[in-house]
């Protein structure tokens, strides 16, 4: 079975200053790990993916996010916070088979001017 | 490009009544899903496709009942609403495949009095 922890329901940042968004996750196969983020009043759009090539992966809008298999964890960073990154964040792990998603209980990222 | 149509936005139902929420998309896409999305608790799966004529559950499926008679469409049924049911509603398709990028709908918000 898979499950996602995401730690913190709610960030806050200031504007110019680095996110950092924590996920880890548990699988009983080799995982594949998703960010999505959802705008306000919006559905989710893919941030970034890891399905087994490079650790480290960059995404859209500047996101990149770290795959640690002895840690189990898939964090995600941005160097320098934006206005427009105020959404909620969502960490996911894809099922053994299929396209079916477990997410994380999502991080809600509040920017600061 | 249309993408993933929901209809309707918004919906308030009474305890015992049914209902259809639309999901249609104009991808091609083999995969759609539908997930309910409550606070603090991400989103859960509730029933999936992998074709036309083909579904399965998923993590939440009581009380829902799905159908895919087309590739393009994959309406959720509530037989009888319950107040638990109240919840934000998503659809999402992809392409088939373990990894592949979900795209989802803008959502339904629905409530159950």
């Known amino acids: 079975a898979q499950s996602v922890t995401q730690l913190g329901s709610h960030v806050s940042v200031s504007e110019g200053a680095l996110v950092l968004l924590r996920c880890n996750y548990s699988?009983?196969?080799?995982?594949?790990l998703f960010w999505y983020v959802q705008y306000p009043n919006q559905g989710l759009q893919l941030l970034l993916k890891?399905?087994?090539?490079?650790?480290l992966v960059k995404g859209i809008n500047g996101f990149e996010a770290e795959f640690k298999k002895s840690e189990t964890s898939f964090h995600l960073t941005k160097p320098s916070a934006h206005m427009s990154d105020a959404a909620e964040y969502f960490c996911?792990?894809?099922?053994?088979?299929?396209?079916?998603?477990?997410f994380g209980g999502g991080t809600r990222v509040l920017v600061k001017p | 490009n249309a993408g993933v149509t929901q209809t309707p936005k918004f919906q308030v139902l009474k305890t015992g009544q049914s209902m259809t929420l639309q999901c249609a998309q104009d991808?091609?896409?083999?995969?759609m899903s539908w997930y309910r999305q409550d606070p603090g608790m991400g989103l859960r799966l509730i029933h999936y496709?992998?074709?036309?004529?083909?579904?399965d559950q998923g993590e939440v499926p009581n009380g829902y009942n799905v159908s895919r008679s087309t590739t393009e469409d994959f309406p959720l049924r509530l037989l009888s609403a319950a107040p638990s049911q109240t919840s934000v509603y998503f659809c999402?398709?992809?392409?088939?495949?373990?990894?592949?990028?979900?795209?989802f709908g803008s959502g339904t918000q629905l409530s159950v009095l």
């Open positions: 996911a792990v894809s099922q053994a088979a299929g396209n079916k998603l477990t």
């Open positions: 699988s009983s196969v080799p995982p594949y």
């Open positions: 991808m091609n896409h083999e995969y």
């Open positions: 890891y399905t087994s090539a490079a650790t």
């Open positions: 999402a398709s992809s392409t088939r495949g373990r990894g592949e990028k979900l795209f």
């Open positions: 496709s992998v074709g036309a004529g083909i579904t």
